[in-house]
């Protein structure tokens, strides 16, 4: 199984693949809440600071990440359209996640 940093730069790559994509990822730091968005092959947490070195995690210490969902990118102030999930992060790496998506639009 992946470990969680692993997790994100394999949801980065996949974000470079499909531009139109969002994945957000949600979780725990400790006992405080935690989300992360990547798009197009970037990484910024909405709840955390992230570090402007590229090669530093954009995981704090101690998270853990609970869920994924892929979004219609760009986000809009307006409304999200959820293509995909909520589900466990490990289980978006499978490809049909990524299909499925494409057809939901």
Do not use: C, N, Y
Not at 4 to 20: G, I
Request: hydrophobic share 35%.
């Amino acid at each position: 199984m992946p470990v969680d940093d692993d997790l994100v730069h394999a949801f980065e790559e996949r974000t470079r693949q499909h531009p139109d994509r969002v994945v957000r990822l949600r979780g725990q730091v400790d006992d405080e809440p935690f989300e992360l968005l990547i798009f197009r092959g970037f990484s910024s947490s909405t709840t955390h600071p992230t570090s402007f070195d590229p090669d530093a995690s954009v995981l704090p210490d101690g998270t853990r990440l609970d869920q994924v969902e892929v979004l219609q990118g760009p986000l809009s102030p307006t409304g999200e359209i959820v293509l995909s999930g909520p589900m466990e992060p490990v289980a978006l790496l499978d490809e049909e996640h990524w299909v499925k998506a494409s057809q939901a639009r």
